[in-house]
């Protein structure tokens, strides 16, 4: 009998007694055929390879993930998660469907990848209502209906409102996991459980969700494992404490290692990959690293057909030089070389499609001079202000005392910076005005579309002409990122499919945004991921205070709070 | 908050840390609400049940296993079952398939259940070819496709024909497996490989097959899971040495405790709950007995909304008396009590009710005495025989010499008893004669429909007699088993229904097999197992020598076997 394929002297990794074994693995029609000792019983092949010694493990399978947070579509994105091992992920694709609704999901299902992409519905778009932001689409009850007979739809994603999940029976979240759970009542139900506990948590998983993915403390992973979540541990949760907890437990059965969002400049270094080596930095087992980044995710979506190197499962592999490093040699997807070490990152043949209208979305005025007095009568005005904070996206709610000046908010003067969210869709033009402290220190400006989740045109900036060159440099762009210092351009990357992705080289796109982040940190912009902080300055599922079209947020009782409190 | 039921005082068995721990459970609409701490936050409840420290797990959940082998209907057999712990089952209806075909699959899928019965495509109907044998229904790929579009079908049931599998790449079989795949990719298949091993086992696996229900041995075990099969255990595997081999390399995830076939007597005393009694008898620890009888058999089968005792999930359990001998105090479905110790089984409200023509469905000849004379020149005839053993199912094939009396067989005066098959679905009324070594000792007859897996009529015996005798009973019965000695009827169960099962109280069916069982052990049937021995003499999927109403056959090679060799 003639195979197509074999590979000689490989230490296989073998899932289900979680060891490495020196085997001869023959390939058939893109799957595993074979996993047998030297002698292969009289099997030939069409090509043969000798491994000489390296590891082979099953590709990566990254379960809880959202491809625009690599600023790529789904096509470009594919080649360079291949590159890193991961041959099959489940996104969300819930950022383009905040821009284009329906239309964007298709057109990220539509699009052909070489790496397996599979998608749960989006069931928070937009993430809250649409009295508190503008969006471009909206999922409802027959947008999810629609999607849950797709067969690339294989899970409900994220639901992420707390409220609406569990104190309002009624809300469409609420609804949406109803309507799910009746078309499919095995489907696994993503949830954003971040910080719930006790009876709110029990609350949650009642409503039908299975698995969180948020940050966990090793607290956290105890209570949701044993009250029977399954965990999905992207990389501010994988530490040393958190995986001491889990090897305490043996909690392996019930978590994986997922991504959630890697930026394009991230991106360029790891994807899932990263997370498994952190994991092993983190003092978990090389094999224990690797079953919950193949076997346990591809069980907890359902697979049968893939997640261990077995007969009859999808022959998606990867060779590693290095064990303990994992460095990746080459990666096979269903039998078929993707990458081998050293190549650069290559492009799809075809350039992706979209609809003329994704690349002329950017719907709102150019702003003047005007646009940014804000007249008020008085004194100093009592302004509510958003804090940014160092670490992470939580932002802290302030009071500050801000002069007026000839009857206009003396803003430029206040130490504080200028913060207009406008509405892009051209649906109503509305623009929301804050105040922003802890931003930034020189004289600059910083403007995006990529603002989370409804992705409307966001500028903040300490001067109103820096602010105007960067929302008129975003608007020339139809989306992006901006920094301007000193009337000057000193970061630039475009995003012109929806304001939010790009079809450019991804080294181009990776360089452009590291110069986006040099020039935040240079007009003292400071945070652990500056790109996060400011996109997420406008998602109002976000706490504390947050800004969208409509309005500053108080998060947590999505109560709107006014720019002026009180006129002195 | 009111619910509606709150169990105090209960051990309740956690799945995730596999240990037993003192919760209060909240219910509500069927589903677990919340285990907690004494305190419930303030909920309170329109019923109130104190445990008084009775163990509580969760329903049991049998996902290979045979429905007909009750010999009774869904209905009924589910108030048996649930009497048992057992709330889930997945069945593979395909006896009633081969009486009925999709009508009698159809019949079964729409009998209303208390305990929650999903359905596996039978995927061998008939179990080898019609050429080999005759059914009622037959299962090819348009039934397989129309069944899998039903929310009741979640897995495929066994593929068992090796030859089909292993080498023959068009068969009806791997057309199914493939067909089936196609439909769902992630679907779990079953699989019947017995005694297969190294490349063969992977050409199951390469075919799609994913788990096992046969015999195992530890080597089996170790190498069909370490292959990344999933193992069901029933109870013939269930013994020390595999529990050992299990217990060795904690294969706990990889297996599942199942039933397949439970005869109505032994149903009286125990289902999947007397496999997770015998596991532990056998050294499982009572939490991994537990573990693999209710959440890796749901994992299996892809449900996410059973198989633990965890908010959301479905309020299915038991409450125990005794943990090391299972003693059932009562058993809730859906957050509802369906049974308490001591209850005798009851019976559905509204009896089952199927098409007037089940009722009507045994259509062949009432033999005559002309009928069992094989007339034949010669001095004495070298005859192929069919020789029973006294374990398991296997037969051996042997060659004895018979004699001849005026021109006929004298089968009468040869020591082996003489077997019958007659198609009995009225379409061609083929008659098929074998001779039985080891069978019978005193002068008697035993006739069924009960054969599987076509279940024409079977009849044997070591007189002409008592084999028309029985014959003519099972005839005017409309199927059953029947046993005759000396001219007297000995054993009487009627199977009315497609000559399989019966509507009649399980206590009463029960009581009449066991008196078959006795019949037939006094006319010197000597097998563990009388009933299965016997009505899988005409099963030609298992090995060696088999009879169907095509003849006999050599069934590793499918090649008829004619009952005499050569004449002297």
Redesign the interface.
């Known amino acids: 009998m003639e195979i197509d394929l074999i590979v000689k002297h490989a230490q296989v990794y ?4 979680k060891t490495f074994e020196q085997k001869t693995v023959a390939i ?1 029609e893109g ?6 000792q030297k002698d ?2 009289g ?1 030939t092949a069409k090509q043969v390879i000798d491994a000489k010694g390296k590891y082979m493990i099953p590709g990566l399978i990254d379960i809880h993930m959202h491809i625009e947070s690599s600023m790529m579509p789904p096509s470009i994105f594919s080649k360079a998660g291949l590159a890193h091992g991961v041959t099959t992920i489940v996104a969300d694709a819930h950022e383009i469907a905040n821009v284009f609704g329906m239309e964007g999901i298709q057109s990220f299902m539509d699009e052909k990848t070489e790496m397996d992409i599979f998608y749960a519905v989006p069931s928070s778009v937009p993430s809250t209502t649409n009295v508190m932001e503008t969006t471009g689409g909206t999922i409802g009850l027959n947008e999810v209906r629609e999607l849950l007979a797709s067969p690339q739809i ?1 899970a409900l994603g994220e639901a992420m409102n707390f409220k609406g999940i569990v104190s309002e029976p009624d809300s469409l979240i609420r609804q949406i996991l109803k309507e799910t ?1 009746q078309v499919d ?5 993503e949830g954003h459980v971040p910080r719930v506990t ?2 709110d ?3 949650f ?6 698995a969180d993915h948020t940050q966990q403390t090793p607290e956290s992973i105890y209570e949701k ?4 979540m399954f965990i999905e541990l992207q990389k501010k949760s994988i530490n040393k404490e958190n995986i001491d907890m889990i090897k305490q ?1 043996e ?1 392996y ?2 978590i994986a290692l997922v991504t959630d969002d890697i930026i394009v400049d991230d991106l360029l270094k790891g994807h899932l990959n990263a997370n498994v080596q952190l994991a092993i930095d983190c003092g978990m087992s090389v094999e224990q690293a690797i079953y919950i980044s193949t076997y346990t995710p591809a ?1 907890r979506m ?4 893939r997640g ?1 190197i ?4 999808k022959a998606d592999f990867i060779l590693l030089d290095d064990l303990n490093k994992l460095i990746i040699s080459e990666v096979y997807k269903d039998g078929q070389l993707k990458y081998q070490k050293e190549d650069t990152f290559d492009y799809p043949e075809t350039k992706p499609v979209f609809p003329a209208h994704f690349y002329q979305s950017i719907d709102c005025k150019k702003l003047g001079a005007k646009d940014l007095i804000i007249k008020v009568e008085g004194e100093k005005a009592l302004c509510n202000v958003i804090r940014i904070q160092e670490k992470g996206t939580f932002t802290e709610h302030v009071q500050r005392m801000v002069p007026i000046r000839d009857g206009v908010l003396d803003w430029e003067s206040s130490g504080l910076a200028l913060i207009l969210v406008m509405e892009r869709y051209g649906k109503n033009g509305a623009i929301a005005f804050g105040l922003v402290e802890n931003a930034l220190t020189e004289k600059g400006a910083i403007a995006t579309t990529w603002a989370h989740d409804h992705h409307n045109l966001m500028v903040m900036g300490t001067s109103a002409m820096d602010i105007l060159k960067a929302q008129h440099k975003v608007l020339e762009m139809q989306g992006g990122y901006v920094v301007t210092r000193e009337g000057k351009l000193t970061g630039c990357c475009p995003l012109p499919i929806g304001g939010i992705i790009t079809d450019a080289p991804i080294e181009k796109t990776g360089k452009q945004l590291k110069e986006v982040r040099q020039a935040m940190k240079d007009l003292g912009y400071i945070n652990t991921n500056e790109i996060m902080s400011f996109s997420t300055l406008s998602l109002p599922v976000s706490p504390v205070l947050k800004i969208t079209d409509q309005g500053m947020f108080d998060v947590r009782t999505q109560v709107q709070i006014p720019l002026i409190e009180e006129i002195k």
């Open positions: 073998n899932t289900f007694l058939l799957k595993f055929f074979y996993i047998g292969l019983e099997l294989i759970q009542p095995f489907i696994p139900i006790g009876i948590l029990a609350k998983q009642f409503a039908g969700i299975t494992i044993s009250s029977g437990y909690f059965e019930y069980r359902r697979f049968q057909d261990a077995a007969a009859g499962l």
